[in-house]
């Protein structure tokens, strides 16, 4: 099969396609025909050697990437809930060696969801490792209830746009930062607020909130401590919350914590279900074919990507 191969850690042209050998499944595992993937902030750090490269390193070969859409071509022996035919997604492996960047991939069973009938492949590829981060956040670690105020950093965004759909379909009442020509993209996600963050400093225009969703790092974390109420949370998926951060939520009488995404068919059928419904939808902004991988990562360098950037593999 074909598939992204990274030899060595560096620059987008790293990325090299090469023929390698399909995979075969394990017991508990699904074969799928990857139709589209799509690509993270974490995919392009890696790929530079940072974040998990030194765990994938360990396999012979590295294929970057977690996040599928395709159509199921074989099962294991032990596998219950997926034939050959599905139309399965999901985010693989994650934070181990997904190896996404293929025409196959070997799946185990409890990563994947079926595709909604609704979504076609680029999109349902798009919702997933941005998806599952902004419902892990806000409904497990956040507790999100309705008529809290929650206010989403970098709102047009890959992780952003998700978590103010899904707040506000938990009946929040959404604020979310971006910039001024993104107003409009977020208020239609679902925005009641938006903040724009090159003329405003947030903690100078939100009060109040109940749960914070940082995707920024430990400077806007920690400014970002005098938006919230007593008794607040503010969950960083960048690790923002470090100790010195900590300690000042605590003095505030605030939770400051970090949160890292894991594989979770079940929680991938939560969402599966919300786009049955019609309430998440994804944004694809950008699309590009396999060999075009080093574009693609190049576009979601420029940290200025509205929604989300999909590679379709067939």
Do not use: C
Request: net charge negative; aromatic share 6%.
């Amino acid at each position: 099969m074909k598939a992204i191969v990274l030899n060595n850690p560096g620059g987008a042209e790293n990325l090299q396609l090469q023929e390698v050998e399909k995979p075969t499944p394990l017991k508990n595992e699904v074969l799928v025909k990857v139709h589209a993937v799509s690509v993270n902030p974490v995919d392009t750090k890696t790929r530079e050697g940072k974040s998990f490269y030194d765990k994938l390193k360990e396999d012979s070969t590295v294929i970057l990437g977690w996040d599928i859409s395709g159509v199921v071509e074989a099962v294991g022996d032990d596998v219950t809930n997926f034939k050959a035919g599905d139309e399965v997604f999901g985010m693989v492996n994650f934070p181990g060696h997904g190896k996404a960047y293929a025409e196959y991939v070997a799946a185990p069973e409890t990563h994947l969801a079926h595709k909604p009938a609704n979504i076609p492949h680029h999109e349902a590829a798009a919702a997933t490792l941005a998806a599952l981060t902004a419902w892990q956040v806000l409904v497990h670690e956040a507790g999100i209830k309705a008529g809290q105020r929650v206010l989403i950093h970098a709102a047009a965004g890959g992780v952003g746009h998700f978590a103010v759909q899904i707040a506000k379909y938990f009946r929040a009442i959404v604020i979310g930062t971006a910039s001024a020509e993104n107003h409009d993209f977020i208020r239609n996600m679902g925005a009641d607020e938006q903040v724009d963050y090159h003329k405003f400093n947030v903690e100078d225009v939100v009060m109040d909130a109940d749960i914070v969703l940082d995707s920024l790092g430990e400077e806007n974390t920690r400014r970002s401590l005098a938006t919230l109420k007593e008794g607040g949370k503010i969950i960083s998926i960048l690790g923002g919350a470090k100790e010195a951060v900590q300690e000042e939520a605590k003095k505030r009488k605030i939770e400051a914590k970090n949160y890292l995404v894991h594989s979770s068919g079940e929680d991938q059928e939560q969402l599966a279900e919300l786009m049955r419904q019609g309430h998440l939808r994804p944004h694809v902004s950008h699309v590009y074919e396999l060999k075009d991988m080093a574009e693609a990562h190049k576009q979601v360098e420029t940290r200025k990507t509205k929604g989300k950037v999909v590679v379709n593999v067939v």
